[in-house]
């Protein structure tokens, strides 16, 4: 047998299934926002290493520091240059994984927005049932009035023919 709560309970208790729910869309709009953060510093440190590495490549040809041979500072450009485009390299594949995770973060958040939506539904749908009860009730408690009172008038009247009555 299912149990039944009280009303208010069950409309308390659907309050907060609300809250809580706005509170995941909450932290899921935070994750997305910081997934989309992510993504976007991955792709500015991606255009800095290239424009790094195209600024070296323009220095390539300066004259070395005094006391350094030029095989040896072309040299030790060069790995640089390489380094910096290894670096460029090993940051290109970061984007697909961020971004994937900031696809799996807004699939979240889209799922949180439609629990929100459901529990917000079931919430105004009670609300809407306690309203109906409501009238209900005072539909029923004015029809009890209005017997009550014409039950008052009928024995008013009695009592006045009774009393008008010659016997």
């Not at 350094?68 to 500072?73: D, L, T």
């Amino acid at each position: 047998m299912k149990q039944r709560f009280p009303l208010a309970t069950l409309l308390q208790l659907r309050e907060h299934r609300v809250e809580t729910a706005r509170a995941a869309v909450m932290e899921r709009q935070r994750q997305v926002q910081a997934r989309r953060e992510a993504c976007t510093a991955i792709e500015g440190e991606i255009q800095s290493l290239q424009n790094e590495r195209a600024g070296q490549r323009l220095r390539l040809l300066d004259p070395p520091p005094a006391g350094v041979p030029w095989p040896m500072a072309m040299s030790q450009r060069e790995a640089h240059i390489e380094h910096l485009a290894e670096l460029a390299t090993a940051a290109r594949q970061r984007p697909a994984a961020a971004q994937g995770k900031l696809r799996e973060a807004e699939a979240a958040l889209d799922e949180a927005r439609k629990a929100f939506f459901r529990a917000k539904a079931r919430l105004e749908a009670l609300e809407k049932r306690r309203d109906v009860w409501r009238k209900e009730q005072n539909a029923i408690a004015q029809r009890r009035e209005e017997a009550h009172s014409a039950d008052l008038l009928l024995a008013a009247r009695q009592r006045s023919a009774h009393d008008n009555s010659p016997f």
